[in-house]
């Protein structure tokens, strides 16, 4: 125990003599002030070696330098902290007594030594942290064994534990009477030496004490006398028979014994330094005697036998990860706390031409100006958080023309201490690519509805615009605004309102209405085609209609001057976007404006006289016969078609007019095909986006409302349990008034991503208006599973902060739930819904940031609903 303190007052004194040299040259810095600190430390890695943390604090106590990273800096007062206190009133350094960090909780131990400024006045405090958990005050010594059950251990003279076995007995006070063990009283009350006694188990043992220098700690050691004094008993039986035996024998018998009785002694002596130096060379056993010295020697074997298992094992799972790391596409690394590589995989290590990389600094490796980029993201992950980012290649290693995505992970250890941090980069540069097409073919597709001669738009049930184009928005006066919210009526005016309102029932039926209206155009009558085109769910339920209005006043005009010269009326035909053709009762045509060129790849005149089957080909001919049957029996046919010439899909709408004259008959018809195929597709986007939140890509209003009763629906048919949740941002409002509507939209976006990473791929999460969100649970067991996801979409919201705009946000929100089993009575989707409102409303009035179960009147009396 003397040398073991001795060592550790060597240890001590050491690290004070490091920090002293480090203090010493701060003072001949002499800085200004407290900014230049932090690289200064940063300089001094070697500091690690002997400490787990060495900080600077200013004079207030504030944290001016931290050498385990900048994050730190600013967050944590220290001016209560007896150690500095103590620092600053002695102005010299000392070994303070033990304490729990306050930033991660370790316990720890501090050496100090302040910086004086030239009047010799405190102007710093030094601290040194050394972790107590990892047993870093013994070092080495804490590997020293009192045979197989004994231990050494570390108390203040007040009793608080500094070093022991069991580390979660460290920062524990020994009690002063009853359960503590009399000896450790003993030498806590001044007493050093060896004694024996019980501990406070009751094991009896052999104690020895002494004190260390510098800090007076008591340094102990417990053996159990159990273990201690086998061999001395099978040696106090063998002395016995030994006696009597010496008794018989001479001298020189007696020599040749007592050699012969340590030779194993030697031998095992022998054999565990060949095994310590040359393990390869140790592989044959020795021949174990059955005594004290065989077990120790069968001990050693077995001892070194794992070793060498566990140095295999352990080198094969490096080469396992080594593999893996090698074979993932990406750019794996890993960094400590000093930022220099401890690992790189071999697509770094080719990326840089097979240079040495471990263990040179990231700033020497990647150079100064891709460090530049990567720098303040490392320092994030290094204060404990998970970052991720998009930048460019480093041009310097011929990949400028790349786009790459890091991840930077944080490497923390069992008690919560960040040691470094993993890198995994992966090229997405056709990723990025692909999303730029993306966004281009929406632009196009936007272009093309904007391009479209007519008027489209598309409204929910209730007659509210949910989009419009470029000649919808002119039409109503908005020009580069949005028809988004505006109703039919206020969009179209009282006067075209007036001619539409008869066929919207027809239309809400599910049927497809096309009629004509009028309404001014540039100082004259024109007229207007109108579609009306109901939007069915899966159910057939119709739940919006698109609207799309053709300009024919054109047309309109033709067939009122239909006696004018047929050359005006192809000048006016020939200008239409549509393919106009006469059919005789022959089933020839007579008459084909210019659109022939491009639809039919033929001249008007080449087409004249020729049979529609001969024009249009067979399967064509075939496919529209019996339309031409009913146009020429006198009724007006319209349909859609869809065409295919010269590898150009057509999709047209088809107008069939029969020629009837004062006489009754029908002489022909007049064909009229608008092509329709950009509006179809525009059609089906618009199907799309009707159902999209567009600032937070969740499922819409409309969306939801088809979803749920489907919901409730299954659940009913497969028996298991629903859960209907309501939620919304507490104080929103606040946030969009104090902060402004874009960091509100950024809260929303960052709402609904960590909500859907709070439930599963098969839960339906939707934005219904405003702050307003529902999720959707189904196949549950019980209500426990809903309260469990509930529990957890509060942590993900209030944990951390929402990090807008370089400003942290305190976001909380409130959840109802309406909880329904199969078993119940049935319910409506839209009771569903008013039930987790209700729940909400509760869940706010109980003080927000938190969840309720709806609880019917008839249950709330003897049932108490679940919260949280």
């Known amino acids: 125990?003397?040398?073991?303190?001795?060592?550790?007052?060597?240890?001590?004194?050491?690290?004070?003599?490091?920090?002293?040299?480090?203090?010493?040259?701060?003072?001949?810095?002499?800085?200004?002030?407290?900014?230049?600190?932090?690289?200064?430390?940063?300089?001094?890695?070697?500091?690690?070696?002997?400490?787990?943390?060495?900080?600077?604090?200013?004079?207030?106590?504030?944290?001016?330098?931290?050498?385990?990273?900048?994050?730190?800096?600013?967050?944590?007062?220290?001016?209560?902290?007896?150690?500095?206190?103590?620092?600053?009133?002695?102005?010299?350094?000392?070994?303070?007594?033990?304490?729990?960090?306050?930033?991660?909780?370790?316990?720890?131990?501090?050496?100090?030594?302040?910086?004086?400024?030239?009047?010799?006045?405190?102007?710093?405090?030094?601290?040194?942290?050394?972790?107590?958990?990892?047993?870093?005050?013994?070092?080495?010594?804490?590997?020293?064994?009192?045979?197989?059950?004994?231990?050494?251990?570390?108390?203040?003279?007040?009793?608080?534990?500094?070093?022991?076995?069991?580390?979660?007995?460290?920062?524990?006070?020994?009690?002063?009477?009853?359960?503590?063990?009399?000896?450790?009283?003993?030498?806590?009350?001044?007493?050093?030496?060896?004694?024996?006694?019980?501990?406070?188990?009751?094991?009896?043992?052999?104690?020895?004490?002494?004190?260390?220098?510098?800090?007076?700690?008591?340094?102990?050691?417990?053996?159990?006398?159990?273990?201690?004094?086998?061999?001395?008993?099978?040696?106090?039986?063998?002395?016995?028979?030994?006696?009597?035996?010496?008794?018989?024998?001479?001298?020189?018998?007696?020599?040749?014994?007592?050699?012969?009785?340590?030779?194993?002694?030697?031998?095992?002596?022998?054999?565990?330094?060949?095994?310590?130096?040359?393990?390869?060379?140790?592989?044959?056993?020795?021949?174990?005697?059955?005594?004290?010295?065989?077990?120790?020697?069968?001990?050693?074997?077995?001892?070194?036998?794992?070793?060498?298992?566990?140095?295999?094992?352990?080198?094969?799972?490096?080469?396992?990860?080594?593999?893996?790391?090698?074979?993932?596409?990406?750019?794996?690394?890993?960094?400590?706390?000093?930022?220099?590589?401890?690992?790189?995989?071999?697509?770094?290590?080719?990326?840089?031409?097979?240079?040495?990389?471990?263990?040179?600094?990231?700033?020497?490796?990647?150079?100064?100006?891709?460090?530049?980029?990567?720098?303040?993201?490392?320092?994030?992950?290094?204060?404990?958080?998970?970052?991720?980012?998009?930048?460019?290649?480093?041009?310097?290693?011929?990949?400028?023309?790349?786009?790459?995505?890091?991840?930077?992970?944080?490497?923390?250890?069992?008690?919560?201490?960040?040691?470094?941090?993993?890198?995994?980069?992966?090229?997405?540069?056709?990723?990025?690519?692909?999303?730029?097409?993306?966004?281009?073919?929406?632009?196009?597709?936007?272009?093309?509805?904007?391009?479209?001669?007519?008027?489209?738009?598309?409204?929910?049930?209730?007659?509210?615009?949910?989009?419009?184009?470029?000649?919808?928005?002119?039409?109503?006066?908005?020009?580069?605004?949005?028809?988004?919210?505006?109703?039919?009526?206020?969009?179209?005016?009282?006067?075209?309102?007036?001619?539409?309102?008869?066929?919207?029932?027809?239309?809400?039926?599910g049927k497809k209405v096309r009629f004509s209206v009028r309404a001014p155009m540039r100082g004259k009558e024109g007229f207007f085609q109108v579609n009306l085109i109901p939007d069915k769910n899966q159910r057939g339920e119709v739940v919006g209609f698109y609207l799309m209005t053709f300009n024919i006043t054109a047309l309109k005009e033709a067939e009122l001057r239909q006696a004018e010269s047929e050359l005006r009326l192809r000048a006016i035909t020939d200008s239409m976007p549509a393919l106009i053709t006469y059919i005789d009762r022959d089933e020839k045509i007579t008459f084909a404006n210019a659109t022939s060129r491009e639809w039919l790849g033929l001249d008007p005149t080449q087409v004249l006289g020729r049979h529609v089957q001969e024009v249009a080909g067979r399967e064509v001919y075939l496919s529209r016969q019996p339309m031409i049957a009913r146009a020429l029996a006198g009724e007006k046919v319209e349909f859609e078609a869809r065409t295919q010439r010269k590898g150009y899909d057509r999709i047209t709408q088809v107008i069939y007019v029969p020629d009837v004259r004062a006489d009754g008959l029908t002489h022909g018809i007049f064909s009229l095909a608008l092509d329709i195929t950009a509006l179809k597709v525009v059609e089906h986007k618009l199907i799309e986006l009707a159902r999209l939140d567009t600032l937070t890509n969740l499922p819409n209003r409309l969306a939801f409302n088809e979803y749920l009763p489907d919901a409730v629906l299954r659940g009913r048919f497969t028996g298991n349990s629903l859960a209907l949740m309501f939620l919304d941002i507490d104080h929103f409002k606040g946030i969009n008034d104090t902060l402004g509507h874009a960091v509100g939209d950024a809260v929303l976006v960052e709402y609904a991503r960590r909500l859907l990473g709070s439930v599963r791929g098969t839960d339906m999460v939707a934005r219904l208006a405003g702050d307003e969100f529902v999720l959707v649970l189904e196949n549950l067991g019980n209500q426990d599973a809903v309260a469990t996801v509930a529990s957890k979409i509060l942590e993900r919201i209030n944990n951390p902060p929402f990090e807008i705009e370089g400003r942290q946000i305190d976001v909380t929100t409130s959840i109802g739930i309406a909880f329904h089993r199969a078993t119940d009575p049935q319910v409506t989707a839209a009771e569903l819904l008013a039930r987790a409102d209700a729940a909400l409303y509760n869940s706010k009035a109980a003080g927000r940031n938190r969840f309720e179960f709806f609880v019917a009147a008839s249950m709330a009396l003897d049932t108490p609903a679940k919260a949280h």
């Open 1 to 509: 125990m003397s040398a073991i303190a001795d060592a550790i007052d060597q240890k001590l004194g050491s690290r004070r003599i490091l920090l002293q040299t480090f203090g010493d040259s701060v003072e001949a810095q002499d800085f200004a002030d407290a900014a230049p600190l932090q690289a200064f430390l940063e300089k001094h890695a070697a500091l690690k070696l002997a400490f787990d943390n060495v900080a600077l604090i200013d004079m207030t106590g504030d944290l001016v330098a931290n050498q385990n990273g900048r994050a730190a800096i600013g967050t944590v007062n220290l001016k209560d902290r007896a150690y500095f206190q103590q620092t600053v009133a002695s102005k010299a350094g000392i070994i303070s007594q033990p304490y729990r960090n306050r930033l991660n909780g370790l316990a720890q131990v501090a050496i100090t030594e302040p910086v004086l400024d030239n009047a010799g006045q405190v102007r710093f405090v030094i601290s040194g942290a050394i972790n107590l958990k990892d047993r870093n005050i013994l070092g080495t010594l804490a590997e020293v064994k009192i045979g197989k059950t004994g231990y050494l251990f570390i108390t203040t003279t007040d009793g608080v534990v500094i070093d022991h076995p069991r580390t979660s007995r460290i920062l524990n006070r020994v009690p002063s009477e009853g359960a503590a063990s009399p000896q450790l009283l003993r030498a806590m009350a001044g007493f050093e030496g060896t004694s024996e006694g019980v501990d406070e188990s009751g094991v009896p043992g052999l104690y020895a004490f002494d004190r260390t220098e510098q800090t007076n700690w008591i340094v102990g050691s417990m053996y159990p006398s159990a273990e201690a004094f086998a061999g001395i008993d099978a040696i106090e039986r063998g002395a016995w028979v030994g006696a009597l035996l010496l008794a018989l024998t001479a001298g020189a018998l007696a020599l040749g014994v007592a050699r012969r009785q340590l030779r194993p002694l030697a031998d095992l002596h022998r054999h565990m330094q060949v095994a310590q130096q040359s393990p390869a060379e140790a592989t044959a056993p020795l021949r174990y005697a059955p005594d004290e010295i065989g077990d120790l020697a069968r001990t050693f074997d077995e001892l070194m036998k794992q070793r060498r298992a566990s140095e295999l094992s352990l080198a094969h799972s490096e080469a396992q990860i080594r593999t893996i790391a090698d074979s993932i596409p990406a750019m794996v690394s890993h960094v400590d706390a000093s930022l220099r590589y401890t690992f790189v995989n071999a697509h770094i290590r080719t990326l840089h031409n097979h240079a040495p990389l471990v263990g040179r600094l990231m700033p020497e490796v990647r150079g100064t100006r891709d460090f530049s980029i990567v720098e303040p993201y490392f320092m994030r992950a290094l204060a404990g958080e998970t970052v991720i980012l998009e930048k460019p290649g480093d041009a310097g290693l011929g990949i400028g023309n790349r786009t790459f995505k890091a991840h930077y992970i944080p490497d923390v250890d069992a008690d919560g201490v960040v040691r470094g941090v993993f890198s995994m980069t992966f090229d997405i540069t056709e990723e990025v690519t692909i999303r730029k097409a993306l966004t281009e073919q929406e632009k196009r597709l936007r272009d093309v509805t904007d391009s479209i001669p007519a008027l489209v738009g598309y409204f929910d049930r209730n007659q509210n615009c949910l989009f419009g184009n470029i000649r919808a928005r002119q039409r109503a006066g908005v020009n580069d605004g949005s028809l988004v919210g505006a109703t039919l009526r206020s969009a179209i005016g009282e006067a075209m309102y007036a001619q539409h309102k008869p066929y919207l029932p027809v239309m809400f039926s």
